[in-house]
């Protein structure tokens, strides 16, 4: 318990630290986010605020997840690395994608086609690899119960989904200021409490590494909050959110929790939904609207809704919905 | 642990439904707060935004502590009823405080003598219910050990005087929008972990009764964010924050913890400090001041930062001296 503090504590103080260092950096080599033309009006202003400061809470939890992450005995410390090659890899595809924005400055980078097929092949062989590892295996927990179903060769590809749209909606979340910073840190602590006490009950010490894992990556992205919250001097980019939705799914793929995601994620999954509805709206009904703008968080805004009010209404939800999952899960 | 989610679950959905109800009532009885003419310019602004928000979630609060908080064994739930009296009692004096202010239109309420005097008395008759009680006793735990210090007669004043710098310095703080919201939830649920945990090691069904109360109250408060978050739809009033206190003080008084309280609640220390230190050095060097405007937070916010950056700020420092607290007392 003092020991989860203690590894929690230093990815806080570090991530913060970073995200002081970079400050500076970013501004010298003017990592400024391009607003996306598409965006509400008054996001315009933030035209010019630094961006990529994803690399700092990166940076800072994992560093402390490997510093911290290898106390309880486990398989050779096989599922924390998952997780951090994961939040890496995806990391990465985000990192291209801002440097790309900031080197044309251009509100696209890549394009939407460049952006996926990296991901879903990045998807495709990290389900394969939890599928083949033993330590991992095919199987999601069920609710009510603590039973495990076997999904077999079809754990590939429902593996690779929950991939792809976590991280792709862990992106769409990102469009408020300290939006996907509060609500993936509210989820992080929630994953951490359920792969720590599900390592205590059942002596998995790989899931306490696990839990380790999540505190700090938990603690690094609120330590970001001190320059995400609004009005915010830096905003995370994609290296940041694709590398959460990276981290996020591959702690549900160790801990066998899949099924826990549509719960403990429900702010993104109402944001990628909403995209979808309004593009389908709008096909079927020959372009008229279904919201002001999607996604969801933009229509609030839009409504008149305060940005820290659609903020703290949306941290709200997911700490409901994580209630929820623990309630259905434990 | 489910029941604890469950508890905080029905109180933060109770408390959001208080709210929701609350607001259009208190509208309608124009129950708006009279900004201190003392206090920052822009301040100002905030006439006749709605106050004594904090009726409705000490009611959900401790109406669900109520409900959920004689579950385990316990000494026939002293300890509970303990913090529930105690908030409430304290809670009391800020009605009164706040009523006197509505019905009075003027920013004072009470005057600084009628203010302290009840809460001096309150804080004796609970002192001395607690040295007198078998469950709470004369004693208080220590830093790095799991000894307990008696201090026999000398805990009475020892307790009344926290209870009474712990209420005012809650009192305090409550100056920005979701200042003493979101650090005294912050502080709720690490004092609802530390009173489980506790409980759950040394088999005291009462101390666990304790985790929910704080649980309840750390939920509450949560969802009083949701009118609390800047900008401000309701404040909690002097019935919230001099409750909220009340609360704190009997959780540290019960589970022993008063050395935890400079840790847990260090930015409501540094508030009242920030106000002593003022005071002080203007008397000592001719009216001079130290700060632009005591307590600190003012003086931050005047010197440029953002309302929402200063909440943001004292919630991270209120996280890691509940970090500190756990490192120094588990």
């Given amino acids: 318990m003092v020991y989860h503090i203690i590894a929690g504590l230093c990815a806080l103080l570090l991530s913060m630290l970073g995200g002081y260092t970079l400050l500076p950096v970013l501004k010298k080599l003017r990592v400024g986010q391009t607003i996306n033309e598409l965006g509400p009006q008054n996001h315009m202003a933030k035209q010019g605020a630094l961006t990529m400061g994803g690399v700092s809470f990166l940076a800072a939890g994992l560093l402390c997840s490997l510093a911290f992450g290898f106390r309880y005995k486990n398989d050779h410390g096989q599922l924390l690395l998952y997780c951090v090659l994961c939040t890496l890899s995806?990391?990465?595809?985000?990192?291209?994608?801002?440097?790309?924005?900031?080197?044309?400055?251009?509100?696209?980078?890549?394009?939407?086609?460049?952006?996926?097929?990296?991901?879903?092949?990045?998807?495709?062989?990290?389900?394969v690899i939890a599928y083949a590892s033993d330590s991992i295996g095919s199987g999601i927990m069920l609710p009510f119960t603590s039973k495990r179903l076997e999904l077999g060769v079809f754990y590939i590809p429902v593996a690779a989904f929950v991939i792809v749209a976590v991280d792709n909606s862990a992106n769409i979340?990102?469009?408020?200021?300290?939006?996907?910073?509060?609500?993936?840190?509210?989820?992080?602590?929630?994953?951490?409490?359920?792969?720590?006490?599900?390592?205590?009950?059942t002596q998995n010490g790989s899931l306490m590494n696990t839990g380790v894992f999540c505190l700090c990556m938990c603690a690094a992205v609120f330590g970001f909050l001190r320059y995400n919250t609004h009005p915010a001097k830096m905003f995370m980019g994609d290296v940041g959110s694709l590398g959460i939705g990276g981290a996020l799914a591959a702690v549900s793929i160790v801990s066998g929790s899949m099924l826990m995601l549509p719960f403990m994620l429900v702010t993104?999954?109402?944001?990628?939904?909403?995209?979808?509805?309004?593009?389908?709206?709008?096909?079927?009904?020959?372009?008229?609207?279904?919201?002001?703008?999607s996604p969801l968080h933009h229509h609030l805004e839009l409504g008149g809704m305060p940005e820290t009010h659609v903020v703290s209404l949306y941290s709200t939800i997911t700490l409901i919905g994580c209630a929820a999952a623990f309630i259905l899960f434990m």
Same sequence: chains 1, 2.
């Fill in 173 to 201: 979340l990102d469009g408020l200021d300290g939006l996907l910073s509060s609500n993936s840190s509210i989820a992080f602590a929630a994953m951490s409490a359920y792969a720590t006490y599900t390592g205590i009950v």
């Fill in 90 to 127: 995806f990391g990465l595809v985000g990192f291209v994608d801002d440097y790309l924005k900031v080197v044309r400055h251009r509100s696209e980078g890549l394009t939407v086609k460049q952006k996926l097929l990296p991901q879903i092949v990045l998807a495709i062989v990290f389900a």
């Fill in 268 to 293: 993104m999954m109402i944001s990628s939904l909403s995209d979808f509805a309004q593009v389908i709206y709008m096909r079927r009904h020959h372009g008229r609207k279904l919201m002001r703008m």
